[in-house]
């Protein structure tokens, strides 16, 4: 099976930094994707990463280490509006080449809380 | 802009009732997903489709099927809506490709079954 970690919740103050971490075991991997949902909303895409190392993309960053199965999504100088849930997604192989499709599994997600 | 819509935000069916929820997309994409969202699980995949015709079945296809006769279109099926299948279902597309092309969401149905 598929398995992707982040934390459940977490809080962090207006204008400062916030890292938030997945960890993944797949059955393969073809990319790792961020999305941002604020409440009663659909996800948005914010990042990609396929290759190791750091995706920069204004006030988000992305990381990847694939040999650690480790990615973060930073976030800096934090507004109120960053409050919303953060998913972390990895992209799968096709099921069988040449017609296939590549699916997404998502982490459970991360809540963020930015507080005054 | 990418749009995809879904053909209500709210519904309420009783238990027993067959549910239809329909999917549209506006920028000619192949892939087409079907996902439900429910605290503390997450967005789990029900079925996915890569072509007219074609569908996949995700991680929780049971009590479901999916219909895609046009490529802007999929719908998702419950033959007999049960209150456990209570949830936000969210749909997806994106191209078939792999690279960057990630998938644009719609705004959700949120089906409450009784």
């Known amino acids: 099976g598929q398995n992707i970690d982040q934390p459940t919740e977490m809080t962090a103050t207006e204008g400062a930094i916030v890292q938030i971490n997945c960890t993944y075991q797949?059955?393969?991997?073809?990319?790792l994707f961020w999305y941002q949902q604020h409440a009663g909303e659909a996800p948005t895409f914010l990042s990609y990463n396929v290759l190791d190392g750091l995706e920069e993309k204004g006030r988000f960053s992305s990381f990847l280490s694939r040999s650690k199965g480790y990615s973060y999504l930073l976030l800096k100088e934090l507004q109120m509006k960053d409050s919303a849930s953060y998913l972390c997604a990895v992209r799968l192989p096709p099921i069988y080449s040449g017609a296939g499709s590549y699916q997404l599994t998502f982490g459970k997600g991360t809540k963020l809380s930015v507080i005054p | 802009d990418v749009k995809v819509t879904q053909s209500s935000r709210y519904l309420v069916k009783r238990t027993g009732e067959k549910v239809f929820l329909e999917c549209v997309q506006d920028m000619d994409h192949e892939n087409m997903f079907w996902y439900r969202q429910d605290p503390g699980l997450g967005l789990r995949l029900i079925y996915f489709?890569?072509?007219?015709?074609?569908?996949e079945k995700g991680d929780i296809p049971e009590g479901y099927s999916v219909s895609r006769e046009k490529k802007e279109r999929f719908s998702l099926i419950l033959e007999s809506a049960s209150t456990n299948q209570t949830s936000m279902y969210l749909c997806?597309?994106?191209?078939?490709?792999?690279?960057?092309?990630?998938?644009?969401f719609g705004p959700g149905t949120r089906l409450t079954v009784t």
């Open positions: 997806a597309s994106s191209f078939r490709q792999g690279g960057i092309y990630e998938q644009y």
């Open positions: 797949t059955s393969g991997f073809n990319g």
């Open positions: 489709s890569y072509d007219v015709k074609m569908k």
